[in-house]
């Protein structure tokens, strides 16, 4: 090889470095993200500090771009640009789509811990069920540990030893997951959004809630409400999604990450909930709302109405299932627990 051919590979091999050294690093992947509740709500903070807010700072493959809540899309209408795609990833109870996909009204009414679903099976029922009716996959399903839920009223309720509480003629704020269980207890179920309980509560429009453990007072509500009913009833309900296409369009190492932080986030977030839900205890105690805690055939009654009436719904709509039904109850449910 003579000189100028050496000098040629070297520039030749100098430029190639050069080009390697100021390509700039592959930006990460951006996931668009909206929540069914505003972001002071204490299952939203959870999100971001336990999920948000680590997956961004650890600069991967995949980045969270938090667009808001209910403010940016209604959320009865979050799961529907989930589906289409119009938006990556949606944070909401499973019961605010239950409409549009009828194994999303079972979380809640199980009573199975997460890590036997994921054991037995019921995870991966789950997961075709959102595929195929939601075009989504399930990213986290959390709270376990730290939600539960209970009924607050304006008034002290009348008991029965048939249904727990005797509501009848009562105007309860509701969703798809209680609206079974109030109804069979008597009540007039209304479903508004949780921006505007305050006004309804304030207007008479309803005279009472069923609520999860928690957020009560970053509401308002504790100002109207004056009871709240024990025992807790249900379970967690919030659903992290993320769109099938989207998933699938991601590399192995962007799949991984998403992965690795829903598990972390499920496990972390209990404990952000659970002190949270006792510090929202503290204020509604301080508000002078006070506990009435059922016993005997009242609680028993109270119990059996609750789980009896939304698993008699849920049945109702089997036929709509897109994978079986009774095998995937048997997964989330045992009812002699």
Request: aromatic fraction near 10%; charged fraction near 25%; proline fraction near 4%.
């Amino acid at each position: 090889m003579n000189g100028k051919s050496i000098f040629a590979t070297g520039l030749t091999t100098m430029a190639i470095g050069f080009v390697a050294f100021s390509l700039p690093a592959q930006a990460a992947t951006e996931l668009k993200t909206i929540a069914c509740f505003q972001r002071n709500h204490d299952y939203v903070q959870a999100l971001h500090q336990k999920f948000v807010e680590p997956m961004n700072a650890a600069k991967g493959a995949v980045a969270i771009k938090y667009l808001g809540g209910p403010e940016v899309t209604p959320r009865t209408k979050q799961a529907g640009a989930l589906k289409r795609g119009l938006v990556d990833i949606i944070f909401c109870p499973a019961a605010y789509y239950g409409g549009q996909l009828m194994e999303a009204r079972l979380p809640g009414a199980h009573n199975l811990p997460l890590d036997e679903i994921r054991k037995n099976g019921g995870w991966e029922m789950m997961q075709q069920a959102w595929g195929k009716g939601l075009n989504s996959r399930i990213l986290a399903w959390t709270h376990f540990g730290g939600q539960k839920f209970f009924v607050y009223t304006k008034f002290e309720p009348k008991l029965s030893e048939k249904t727990g509480l005797d509501l009848s003629g009562v105007k309860m704020r509701g969703t798809g997951l209680y609206k079974a269980f109030l109804s069979a207890m008597g009540a007039t179920v209304v479903v508004i959004s949780p921006g505007d309980v305050y006004s309804a509560l304030e207007r008479g429009v309803v005279d009472g809630v069923a609520w999860p453990w928690g957020s009560m007072a970053s509401y308002g509500w504790e100002k109207f409400l004056k009871y709240r009913i024990e025992p807790d009833f249900f379970g967690a309900t919030m659903t992290l999604l993320v769109n099938k296409d989207k998933w699938e369009s991601l590399s192995n190492d962007a799949k991984a990450q998403l992965e690795k932080s829903a598990r972390a986030y499920e496990k972390a977030a209990d404990a952000i909930m659970v002190q949270k839900g006792h510090e929202d205890d503290a204020k509604l105690k301080k508000a002078g709302i006070k506990t009435i805690t059922l016993t005997g055939k009242v609680r028993d009654a109270y119990i059996k109405t609750i789980y009896g009436a939304k698993w008699a719904e849920n049945d109702s709509h089997a036929k709509k299932a897109s994978v079986d039904y009774k095998m995937l109850k048997s997964k989330l449910y045992d009812p002699s627990r």
